[in-house]
């Protein structure tokens, strides 16, 4: 498998690393296609929004979203390899400005500071971390009110979302399923 490039943007064609071994899954490029097809004709608008990636591997997802217009990024990664691989690209991409690496287990952050209007989340797949997180995130003021919440899981792995989550939409692309939610919607 070639390492994972950037679709589209002020990036395009870019190349990113990947760490050696297994820690890291990258997103399938047709998944990513998709995923960011509905970020740029959704609300809120991926352009000049606050983008948070956890179980962000090498970053490729959120330097995707920086790449096409994103404000400001936060990757979340616990592996410390996949955290080195992920600063290794935001500096070679120029983008260490608008980008916070944190690394840390994403189910038990500290609370946030500001808070983020998307939030991508791409747990391995059958971990069922997907839920914890989810809650850590509404718990620690990390999404904005009406933020949306994209889950990539895999395909027929289950996603009970918890109180504050409303999901709205999901996709399935090869072994993977995008799933579509709605934070504090109404509330």
């Keep these: 498998m070639s390492p994972p490039r950037i679709i589209a943007g002020r990036h395009?064609?870019?190349?990113?690393?990947?760490?050696?071994?297994?820690a890291v899954r990258p997103s399938a490029e047709r998944l990513r296609e998709a995923l960011f097809s509905m970020l740029e004709h959704g609300q809120p608008a991926l352009r000049g929004c606050r983008f948070l990636d956890l179980f962000?591997?090498?970053?490729?997802?959120?330097?995707?979203?920086?790449?096409?217009?994103?404000?400001?990024?936060?990757?979340?990664?616990?592996?410390?390899?996949?955290?080195?691989?992920?600063?290794?690209?935001?500096?070679?991409?120029?983008?260490?400005?608008?980008t916070r690496l944190v690394v840390a287990d994403a189910t038990r952050l500290p609370p946030a500071g500001e808070p983020f209007a998307i939030a991508y989340l791409d747990p391995p797949y059958g971990s069922g971390l997907a839920p914890a997180c989810l809650a850590g995130l509404a718990a620690g003021g990390w999404l904005a009110a009406e933020a949306l919440v994209v889950v990539e899981i895999a395909a027929r792995e289950a996603l009970a979302a918890p109180p504050g989550f409303v999901p709205f939409d999901e996709r399935r692309y090869g072994a993977g399923r995008i799933v579509r939610l709605r934070f504090g919607a109404g509330s």
Excluded: F, H
């Excluded at 395009?12 to 297994?22: F, I, K, N, Q, Y």
């Design 56 to 98: 962000a591997g090498s970053g490729a997802i959120g330097l995707e979203a920086l790449s096409r217009g994103a404000a400001e990024l936060c990757l979340v990664e616990v592996d410390r390899r996949a955290a080195a691989a992920a600063r290794r690209n935001v500096e070679t991409l120029g983008e260490t400005a608008r």
């Design 12 to 22: 395009r064609g870019r190349r990113l690393e990947v760490p050696p071994g297994d």
